[in-house]
C-alpha cells in the first residue's frame, strides 16, 4: 500500500503577517512550516506506515522554499517526496488539478491531507483533489486504520464522533488529534538530506495553472475595531450579547 | 508555538540545513519537555528520566562522535544542540556534555574496540549513563595532584580513593574514573555494581538543582583487567575530555543567556511603573543593549570556534577563551535580568533566577574562569602562573 | 444571472443560515433555487422571500455524510452561482460540487457585493483577501456574516430523487464525551476569577461555556486558591491565547493576566469595579455584579437565533 500526504508550507502559525502593496509580504515572514493539520495527516501515514507496512510519499506544490517541508517530512519518515514546483500564486482549482496529478504519478492507493492550510483557511483541497481523483473523501478525521482490508476513520461530526468504513481509496482530511506528533531525531534528519526528491512542473504533470473566474484583487489587514464600549448594569448583557453576534460576528 | 530565537547577526544562517533542522529539532523538544518541567524537577531535586530517554531517542549524545552507533556530527552541531538545551536549563546540557564528551569521548577516543562496541551503542541511545570522575575532595583546579590510585591484582586493579562533585554520578551505569597506575594518570571504567564501589548523591545545592551530583567512592574496589583505558596515559586523557565538553559549554552558555534575555525583554514591555513601560527608561534600556551586544557578541565566538573545531585548526586557548567569556557573560546578563525583574525575578516563575544560580557552577566547573585566565595568561607571555614553584 | 443555494441538512427543519444564504443570492441578483438535501425544512424555506424555486432532493444517500456521493447527486440540478454555508459540511461538499463542475471554490466568505465582489479572511483572520469573481463559481458564507433575508416568500416545492450510493459507511456513532475543551484549542473562552467568591461558581461559567461551545479558564489567584488544574490559567505563566471572544467574569486584569490573552481578537468583561483594568482591554464592558449580569447574558445566548 502507498500512501499519499498532501504537505502545505505555511507561515509559522505565530508569525505577523505584514501586507504591503495590497500583497502580503513573503520576505518579512521569518518562519515557514509545515501546515498544521497537514503534520497530523503525515502523523497518521507514518501510522500506517509502520502498522500495515505503507509506503509514504510526501506531496507539495508551491515555490522552492517549500521543499523544506519536504526534507521536514522525510526526517520523520517519509519514503518519497515529491515536489510540483510552481512560484506562482494558485486557484484552487488548478491546486487541486496538479496535486490530482502528482498523486496519479504517485500511484498512491490513499490520500491524507490538513482539512485546511493555515494561510488560505479554506478547507477545499482534500475534498477537491478526490473529486478530481474520483475518489470518496472522508473530512475531519482523527485517525484512519487498515481493518479487514477496509479503511476505518474516525470522524468528528456536529454531535460527536462517527467511525466511518470506505473499502476502497479514499482521501482522508486531518483534524488535530489526540496522536502526539513524532519529532525528528539526528539519524531522520541526515537521512532526509540524503533523500532525492522528485521535481516536476505543472507542465511535466500535464496540468496548465491557468485558473480563470476568482481574482485575489488584493490583501488588507482586517478593520479596525470599534473603540471599547462600555455599558451600566446587569442588563445590558442582552443588548451586548446582540453586539457580540452582529458587530463582532463571533457567536 | 515555536520558539523564535533572539539572533541579531543571524548568525545561524551560517549553519547548514541540517544543522539547522537538528537545532529545530532540539528547541522543539525544550519548549515542550524541559521548559513545562523544569520548575519542578528544580524543587525536586532531580533530572527526568524521560530526558535521559527523550535526549537517546533523538540521537544528539555522543553528538560529534562517529561510528558505534554515534550520531556523527559536526561539532559546530554539537554547540548548536547544547546551546538549545542549555536555554531550557544548564543541568539538562550538563547531563549531555557529561554523556557525551566526558564519557562517551574517552572510551571512543581511548578505549579498546570490545569497549567501544560494548558501550558506546548504549550510551548513545541513552539506555547506559555514564559519568567522569576526575575532580578529588582536595584536588579541583590541579587534577594531576590526585591521590586516587589504581594497583594490579592478579587479572584485576583494585582502586581506592574518592571523586567528588561527579555530574551524574549516582544515575550513572558506568564511570570513567581517572587514577594512578605506578604514578602515572590512567583511565578505568567502573561499572554499577562493581564490588567496593559506591555513588552517593551531594545534597543541598542551590545551583543545577535538576542535575544529579555525587561523590563516588572506591574503597577495594574490584575491577577486571579490560576495564583500563588502553590508548592514554597522564593528564592528557581527562584534559582532551574536557576540551569537548568546554566547546560545548562555551555554546550553551549563550543558551541560558537567551532565555535571561527574553525573559528580561518581555517583562520590561509588560511591567509598568510610574505610569510607562519600564522598557521605556534609558537606563533600561541601556541593559537591554548590552546583553544583546554581549549576547551576538558570543554567539559570533562560538559559531567560528566550532568552525575551528570542525576544520581541525584549533588550540586549547581558543576553547579557554570562549568558555571563560561565554560563561562570565551569561552569568552577567543573568544577574541584570534578575535585577529587571525586580522582586519577581527572585520567583520560580520567571526563568532568570535558576539560570543565575546554574551559571555559578558553569562559571566553576570545566575549568574554574581563573584557570582560564591563567591558561591565556601562559598562553600569552609563555610564563605559568599556576603554582608559585618556577 | 442565477444562483442555486444548497440548504445544509438540518435536523429541526431549515437549516439556521438558508436565509442568510437567500440574502446573498439577493444581493448576486437573479433567479435562486434552493435544494435541500434530504428535503427537511423546504416548506420553511419556500417562504423566504427572493427563493423561487425549492427542490426536495430525496435519496437513501442523505442519511450519512459523503462529499462525493452527495456532490454526484447536486452536480446535476445546480446552475449559475453556487452558495453553501461554511460549515464543515458546506466546505467540503462545496469543494466537491467545484471541483465537480470544473469551477473554482471560495470558501468563508465575509463580505459580498454586487458584481460579485467578496472579502475572506484568510491566515486566521490577520489578513482580509478581496476577490473578484467572473464567471461561475462555489462560495460559501460564514454563518451570521450576512443578514437573514425576510420571510414572505412563496416558492414553488418539488422533489427529486436521488440513486447515489454511499461510498461510506458508519460502523458506530460516539457520542461527544463530556470532555471539555482545552483553552489553548477554543475559538471561545470563558475565564473566571477571584470575583466568582466560589469555586462553585465555576460550575455557571460551565454552563455558559457549554452554550456557547466555548472552553472555560481561570486566572491565577483562583488556580492557586482554589487548586484549579494549571492548564486552565490563562496568563503570562499559564496559557497564551487568542480566540474570538474572550470573557473575563470578576478578574481584575492584572498585568499577568493581560499578557495571556489581550491578543484575543473581542474581549468582554463583567466586573463591578468601573476603575479595573481589564476594562481597558475590553471590546464590550459589562460593569455589574456577575452574579446578576451572568444569567442575562446566558438567555440571550441561548435564544440568539
Ligand atoms: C555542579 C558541579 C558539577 C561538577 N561535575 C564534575 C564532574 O562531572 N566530574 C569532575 O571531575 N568534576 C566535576 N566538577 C568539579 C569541578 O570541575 C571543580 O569544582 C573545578 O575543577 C574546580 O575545583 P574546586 O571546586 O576544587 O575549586 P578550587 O580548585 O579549589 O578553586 C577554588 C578557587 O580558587 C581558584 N584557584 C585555584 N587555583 C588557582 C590558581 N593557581 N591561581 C588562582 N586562582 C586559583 C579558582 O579559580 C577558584 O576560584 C563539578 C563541579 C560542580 C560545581
Ligand atoms: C510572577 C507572576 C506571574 C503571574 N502569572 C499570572 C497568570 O499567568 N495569570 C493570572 O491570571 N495571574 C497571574 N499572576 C497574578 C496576577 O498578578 C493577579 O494576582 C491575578 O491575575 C488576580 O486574579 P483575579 O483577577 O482573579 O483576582 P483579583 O485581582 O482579586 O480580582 C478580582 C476582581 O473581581 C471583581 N469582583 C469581585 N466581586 C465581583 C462580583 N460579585 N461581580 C463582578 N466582579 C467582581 C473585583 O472588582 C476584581 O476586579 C501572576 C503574578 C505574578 C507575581
Not at chain 2, 531550557?88 to 574517552?106: C, H, N, T
Not at chain 3, 464525551?177 to 460551565?206: H, M, P, T
Request: charged share 20%; proline share 4%.
Amino acid at each position: 500500500m502507498k500512501v499519499a500526504v498532501l504537505i502545505k508550507q505555511v507561515p509559522d502559525t505565530t508569525a505577523r503577517i505584514s501586507i504591503s502593496g495590497g500583497l502580503v509580504d513573503e520576505g518579512s515572514i521569518s518562519k515557514w512550516t509545515i501546515s498544521p493539520y497537514d503534520e497530523y495527516a503525515l502523523e497518521a501515514a507514518l501510522k500506517l506506515q509502520s502498522e500495515s507496512g505503507a509506503k509514504v510519499v510526501a506531496i507539495t506544490l508551491g515555490p522552492q522554499r517549500s521543499s523544506k517541508s519536504l526534507i521536514d517530512a522525510a526526517a520523520v519518515g517519509a519514503d518519497e517526496l515529491m515536489h510540483v514546483l510552481y512560484e506562482g500564486d494558485t486557484g484552487s482549482l488548478s491546486l487541486q488539478s496538479a496535486l490530482a496529478a502528482a498523486v496519479r504519478k504517485s500511484e498512491a492507493d490513499i490520500v491524507l491531507a490538513g482539512k485546511q492550510a493555515a494561510d488560505t483557511n479554506s478547507g477545499s483541497t482534500a475534498p477537491g483533489v478526490a473529486q478530481m481523483l474520483g475518489l470518496p473523501c472522508v473530512g475531519l478525521v482523527s485517525e484512519v486504520k487498515v481493518v479487514d482490508g477496509n479503511f476505518v476513520a474516525t470522524r468528528s461530526t456536529s454531535s460527536g464522533m462517527e467511525r466511518v468504513s470506505v473499502n476502497g481509496p479514499c482521501v482522508f482530511a486531518f483534524d488535530k488529534g489526540d496522536e502526539e506528533l513524532r519529532r525528528p531525531n539526528v539519524r531522520g534528519i541526515m537521512m532526509a538530506k540524503k533523500k532525492p526528491i522528485e521535481s516536476l512542473s505543472p507542465a511535466d504533470l500535464g496540468v496548465s495553472m491557468e485558473d480563470g473566474g476568482v481574482n485575489v484583487e488584493s490583501v488588507g489587514y482586517p478593520p479596525e475595531k470599534p473603540a471599547g464600549q462600555t455599558f451600566q448594569g446587569a442588563a445590558s448583557a442582552s443588548e451586548v450579547v446582540t453586539k457580540l453576534r452582529e458587530e463582532a460576528n463571533v457567536i | 508555538m515555536g520558539y523564535e530565537a533572539l539572533d541579531f547577526y543571524d548568525v545561524d544562517s551560517l549553519l547548514t540545513d541540517e544543522e539547522r533542522m537538528i537545532r529545530d529539532a532540539v528547541r522543539d523538544w525544550v519548549d515542550e519537555s524541559v521548559i513545562p518541567k523544569i520548575e519542578n524537577a528544580c524543587r525536586e531535586g532531580v533530572f527526568l528520566d524521560e530526558w535521559r530517554q527523550e535526549l537517546g531517542g533523538m540521537g544528539i549524545l555522543g553528538a560529534p562522535l562517529k561510528g558505534y552507533g554515534c550520531p556523527g556530527l559536526s561539532y559546530t552541531a554539537y554547540g548548536v544542540i547544547c546551546r538549545e538545551l542549555e536555554r531550557g536549563d544548564s543541568g539538562i546540557r550538563s547531563f549531555a556534555s557529561v554523556q557525551g564528551s566526558l564519557a562517551m569521548y574517552p572510551i571512543w577516543d581511548f578505549g579498546s574496540e570490545e569497549q567501544k562496541e560494548k558501550y558506546l551503542p548504549k550510551m548513545a541511545s541513552g539506555e547506559l549513563i555514564g559519568c567522569f570522575g576526575l575532580t578529588e575532595p582536595d584536588y579541583g583546579s590541579n587534577p594531576g595532584d590526585m591521590v586516587t590510585k589504581a594497583e594490579e591484582d592478579d587479572d584485576h586493579y583494585i582502586l581506592n580513593g574518592a571523586k567528588m562533585w561527579i555530574t551524574n554520578g549516582t544515575i550513572a551505569d558506568l564511570a570513567v574514573v581517572w587514577a594512578k597506575l605506578d604514578g602515572v594518570i590512567r583511565g578505568f571504567i567502573v561499572e554499577k555494581g562493581d564490588e567496593g564501589f559506591s555513588a552517593p548523591e551531594m545534597k543541598g545545592k542551590h545551583s543545577l538543582k535538576a542535575s544529579v551530583t555525587s561523590e563516588l567512592v572506591f574503597q577495594d574496589c574490584k575491577i577486571p583487567k579490560d576495564r583500563i583505558l588502553p590508548g592514554v596515559k597522564g593528564l592528557r586523557g581527562p584534559f582532551s575530555c574536557l576540551n569537548n565538553a568546554r566547546f560545548g559549554i562555551s555554546w550553551g552558555a549563550v543558551g541560558a543567556a537567551q532565555s535571561c534575555f527574553d525573559s528580561a525583554r518581555s517583562y520590561a514591555m509588560s511591567r509598568i511603573q510610574f505610569d510607562h513601560p519600564i522598557a521605556a527608561y534609558q537606563l533600561v534600556q541601556n541593559k537591554l543593549a548590552w546583553m544583546l551586544r554581549e549576547i551576538t557578541k558570543a554567539q559570533l565566538l562560538a559559531y567560528h570556534l566550532g568552525v575551528k573545531k570542525d576544520s581541525g585548526e584549533w588550540v586549547p586557548e581558543h576553547i579557554s577563551l570562549a568558555k571563560m567569556n561565554n560563561v562570565d557573560i551569561a552569568l552577567e546578563i543573568a544577574r541584570v535580568a534578575r535585577d529587571i525583574h525586580g522582586a519577581n525575578g527572585i520567583l520560580d516563575e520567571y526563568p532568570v533566577m535558576r539560570h543565575m544560580a546554574n551559571l555559578e557552577s558553569v562559571k566553576t566547573y570545566e575549568g574554574t574562569h581563573d584557570i582560564h585566565n591563567l591558561i591565556l595568561g601562559r598562553h600569552i607571555t609563555g610564563i605559568q602562573a599556576f603554582t608559585r614553584e618556577a | 444571472m442565477s444562483v442555486t443555494i444548497v440548504s445544509e441538512p438540518h435536523e429541526e427543519g431549515m437549516h439556521p443560515t438558508l436565509p442568510q444564504l437567500v440574502r446573498a443570492a439577493s444581493i448576486i441578483g437573479g433567479s435562486c433555487t434552493v435544494i435541500i438535501p434530504g428535503g427537511n425544512g423546504a416548506d420553511e424555506a419556500s417562504k423566504i422571500q427572493g427563493v423561487e424555486k425549492v427542490i426536495k432532493l430525496n435519496g437513501a444517500c442523505f442519511s450519512v455524510f459523503d462529499s462525493s456521493t452527495w456532490s454526484a447527486a447536486i452536480s446535476g440540478l445546480v446552475d449559475g452561482t453556487v452558495l453553501m454555508a461554511t460549515t464543515p459540511i458546506g466546505r467540503e461538499l462545496s469543494a466537491s460540487i467545484a471541483a465537480g463542475l470544473g469551477r473554482s471554490v471560495v470558501q468563508d466568505v465575509t463580505s459580498i457585493a454586487p458584481g460579485l465582489k467578496l472579502e475572506r479572511p484568510s491566515y486566521s483572520g490577520k489578513a482580509v483577501e478581496s476577490i473578484s469573481v467572473s464567471g461561475d463559481a462555489v462560495i460559501t458564507i460564514r454563518p451570521n456574516a450576512i443578514e437573514s433575508a425576510e420571510s414572505g416568500g412563496s416558492a414553488d416545492v418539488s422533489t427529486v430523487d436521488s440513486g447515489e450510493n454511499l461510498k461510506i459507511a458508519i460502523l458506530e456513532a460516539i457520542a461527544k464525551a463530556g470532555e471539555r475543551l482545552d483553552v489553548s484549542e477554543a475559538d471561545i473562552i470563558i475565564s473566571g476569577g477571584r470575583g466568582l467568591g466560589d469555586q462553585s461558581n465555576f460550575e455557571k461559567l460551565e454552563s455558559v461555556a457549554d452554550s456557547l461551545g466555548a472552553a472555560v479558564g481561570a486566572s491565577r489567584a483562583v488556580v492557586d486558591e482554589w487548586g484549579l488544574p494549571h492548564s486552565m490559567q490563562v496568563g503570562q505563566t499559564g496559557k497564551t491565547v487568542t480566540p474570538s471572544l474572550y470573557i473575563a467574569v470578576g478578574i481584575s486584569g492584572a498585568i499577568q493576566h493581560l499578557a495571556g490573552m489581550r491578543s484575543s481578537r473581542y474581549i468582554l468583561a463583567i466586573n463591578k469595579d468601573p476603575e479595573a483594568p481589564i476594562f481597558g482591554v475590553a471590546d464590550y464592558g459589562i460593569v455589574a455584579q456577575w452574579e446578576d449580569a451572568l444569567p442575562i447574558l446566558h438567555e440571550a445566548i441561548k435564544s440568539l437565533p
